[in-house]
C-alpha cells in the first residue's frame, strides 16, 4: 500500500533550527510537496521537490531522497508564527496526491 | 489514519458540460468538508466550506452557481462544475474534518480536471 510517515509533533524554541522528517512508500513518484497550514486555514505551498537534492527558500529548505524515499522539511530562525501543522504529500504515478497526517509545530519562547 | 476518497481520479471533458466530483470519508463521518483548487506548485485554494445537511458556504471570489456543492450524507459531498470552460482546468482537492477531539482534517487524493 502507500504510505507516508511525519512525526505528529515537534516542539522547538523561537531562533532555533528544526528539521521535520517525512518518509514515503507510493506507487511512483511525480513529485513531493510541503504545505505549512495554521489552524482553521488552507494550507499553505511551501517546497515541491521533484530531483535529489536541497532547495532553499529564505529561512525554509526542503531536501529530497528518491532512493531512500525520504524528505525533510528544515526551517531556520524560527518565529513564534511558524507554529503550525506541516504536511507532507507525494504524488504518485496516477498524479495523485498521498498525503501524510500532518506535523503539529509547536514554538516556545 | 482517516481515508478521504475522490472520484474520479481525472477526468477530460468537453466546454460546456458539467462535471460531477464526489468526496467520501471511508472510515469516518465528516459534518464538514472543504473543496480547494489547486494550480501548479501553488497554495490550495479554498473554494468553499460544505456542511452536511445544509448549503454550502463560499469564499469570496467562488461562484456557487458554477460550482454546486452538495453534502448530502455524513460521508459524502460532491463539487459539481457547471458548463465548464478551460480555465477551469485545474486539480481539485476535498478534506474532511474527523469530528474527534483534536479535530483533525484529512485531505483526499485530489481530481485532475481537463476541460478541452
Known amino acids: 500500500g502507500q504510505n507516508i510517515d511525519q512525526p505528529t509533533e515537534m516542539t522547538a524554541t523561537e531562533g532555533a533550527i528544526v528539521q521535520i522528517n517525512c518518509t514515503y512508500q507510493t506507487s511512483g513518484f511525480n513529485g513531493l510537496f510541503w504545505y505549512q497550514q495554521h489552524a482553521g486555514e488552507a494550507p499553505t505551498f511551501l517546497s515541491y521537490n521533484v530531483l535529489d537534492g536541497l532547495e532553499e527558500k529564505g529561512r525554509f529548505s526542503s531536501f529530497l531522497s528518491r532512493s531512500k524515499g525520504y524528505s525533510y522539511l528544515l526551517l531556520k530562525e524560527l518565529q513564534m508564527k511558524d507554529s503550525a501543522s506541516y504536511l507532507c504529500a507525494v504524488m504518485d504515478s496516477n498524479y495523485q496526491l498521498i498525503w501524510g497526517a500532518g506535523t503539529k509545530l509547536i514554538i516556545k519562547p | 489514519g482517516a481515508v478521504v476518497s475522490q472520484h474520479p481520479s481525472w477526468v477530460i471533458c468537453k466546454s460546456g458540460t458539467s462535471v460531477k466530483i464526489e468526496c467520501r470519508s471511508l472510515?469516518?463521518?465528516?459534518?464538514?468538508m472543504f473543496w480547494y483548487r489547486q494550480f501548479p506548485k501553488q497554495s490550495l485554494m479554498l473554494m468553499a466550506t460544505s456542511n452536511e445537511g445544509s448549503k454550502a458556504t463560499y469564499e469570496q471570489g467562488v461562484e456557487k452557481d458554477k460550482f454546486l456543492i452538495n453534502h448530502a450524507s455524513l460521508t459524502l459531498s460532491t463539487l459539481t462544475v457547471t458548463s465548464a470552460h478551460p480555465e477551469d482546468s485545474s486539480f481539485y482537492i476535498c478534506?474532511?474534518?474527523?469530528?474527534?477531539?483534536?479535530?483533525?482534517?484529512?485531505f483526499g487524493p485530489g481530481t485532475r480536471l481537463t476541460v478541452l
Open positions: 478534506s474532511a474534518l474527523s469530528g474527534s477531539e483534536n479535530n483533525e482534517q484529512f
Open positions: 472510515d469516518f463521518q465528516a459534518t464538514t
